[in-house]
């Protein structure tokens, strides 16, 4: 996870020395650290979790959860910066979708060894 979100602020910061983007979206540190966090902690909660079925219901709730808390995040960034706005939220989006694709890729992992043969 961490790897992925270091891959993604250094894109963006080669992006900016190579001049295929203007600046740096301002809140691109914040968003990094808030989405890692957050991804990181749901998989090792999730990882811990033995029953299948509490396993769906604690997924589902923290998706829930997650993307009501995400929804707010972004929309202070958006309010913060509205020049910037774009830029933010590109990031945002890009980043997201890296590690929650990361996170269920892993997750599938543990649910693949839990299956009975």
Known sequence: ????????VA???MSVAFEWIEI???YYVQSA???ALCTIIIYRYLERVQSP???VQ???LSMAVKLLAYGAYVAFMVMGDKPG???NVLFFLVL???LTTVEVLFLRRKIARNRPH
């Open 1 to 8: 996870m961490l790897a992925v979100t270091l891959c993604c």
């Open 11 to 13: 894109f963006v910061l």
């Open 24 to 26: 740096v979206p301002s």
């Open 33 to 35: 650290i808030l989405l």
């Open 53 to 55: 079925s509490t396993f």
């Open 58 to 60: 604690i997924y589902l």
């Open 85 to 87: 706005a774009n830029r």
């Open 96 to 98: 997201y979708v890296a």
